[in-house]
């Protein structure tokens, strides 16, 4: 009997990361509102009510797949050593832009594709994890670019210029290989594209807000100051 009091909350642990694993691919690949629990629960191999019973709805199975996925995937160390770095706001961007790159660039796992679908099309149930969760790297993020242009952290133009530094990165996460491979040849081969995709993005993302922050500085002039 004690056996099986001790083991019955391993095997409900079990069953729930069962259910988490099977979740994260189907949420990554059809969004929160296209999946079912009939569907997790198949993919689990698990009976139907395995969701309900186990976390009490989708609902709260995404938002632990969401926090899961955001756990395993985002390095907040690794940007936070970025930030409070002494170097220069050029290498913090460089240093960050490598650090993503090499997050989404290799076959994305159902991780990676579940928050990259997250921050395109936004579950109504993600508010849990959003405070938590995303805003903390976003911050980090957010406070390199400002430096970096020499904005407050609050100024739109920051705002923007977060939107054209993460576009290419959720491209990389979301886009079906073999058709990214067709359009841009070369880009989704990991072994020959990692380190010149890298390389360009450092020259062409600084390169955008070099401009973006001259313009800042002197709104009424376009190309000089």
């Known amino acids: 009997m004690k056996r099986t009091a001790r083991s019955k909350p391993k095997a409900c642990q079990r069953a729930r990361e069962h259910l988490v694993e099977?979740?994260?691919?189907?949420?990554?690949?059809?969004g929160y509102d296209?999946?079912?629990?009939?569907?997790?629960c198949e993919?689990?191999?698990?009976?139907r009510a395995s969701v309900n019973y186990h976390f009490g709805g989708i609902e709260a199975?995404?938002?632990?797949?969401?926090?899961?996925?955001?756990?395993?995937?985002?390095?907040?160390?690794?940007?936070?050593?970025?930030?409070l770095s002494e170097a220069s706001a050029n290498w913090k961007l460089h240093a960050f832009i490598a650090l993503i790159v090499r997050l989404a660039l290799p076959t994305p796992?159902?991780?990676?594709?579940?928050?990259?679908?997250?921050?395109?099309?936004?579950?109504?149930?993600?508010?849990?994890?959003?405070?938590?969760?995303?805003?903390?790297?976003?911050?980090?993020?957010?406070?390199?670019?400002?430096?970096?242009?020499?904005?407050?952290?609050?100024a739109p133009v920051v705002g923007r210029a977060i939107l054209t530094v993460v576009a290419p990165v959720l491209?990389?996460?979301?886009?079906?290989?073999?058709?990214?491979?067709?359009?841009?040849?070369?880009?989704?081969d990991v072994s020959e594209e990692m380190d010149p995709l890298i390389d360009h993005l450092e020259r062409f993302?600084?390169?955008?807000l070099e401009a973006v922050a001259l313009q800042f500085r002197c709104p009424t002039l376009h190309f000089a100051c």
């Not at 491209?171 to 989704?188: D, E, F, K, Q, Y």
Request: with cysteine; charged share 25%; aromatic share 6%.
């Open 61 to 83: 199975l995404y938002a632990e797949t969401l926090a899961r996925a955001h756990r395993r995937l985002v390095a907040r160390e690794a940007l936070e050593d970025i930030a």
């Open 109 to 154: 796992s159902w991780e990676m594709r579940l928050l990259s679908r997250e921050f395109l099309f936004p579950a109504p149930v993600r508010e849990a994890c959003v405070d938590s969760d995303f805003l903390p790297e976003l911050s980090v993020l957010r406070d390199v670019i400002a430096e970096f242009i020499g904005a407050a952290p609050d």
């Open 43 to 47: 993919r689990a191999g698990m009976n």
């Open 34 to 40: 296209a999946a079912t629990s009939k569907e997790i």
């Open 171 to 188: 491209i990389l996460a979301i886009s079906h290989r073999g058709m990214l491979t067709n359009i841009l040849p070369g880009v989704a």
């Open 22 to 30: 099977a979740a994260g691919g189907v949420f990554a690949e059809k």
């Open 205 to 208: 993302i600084p390169a955008g």
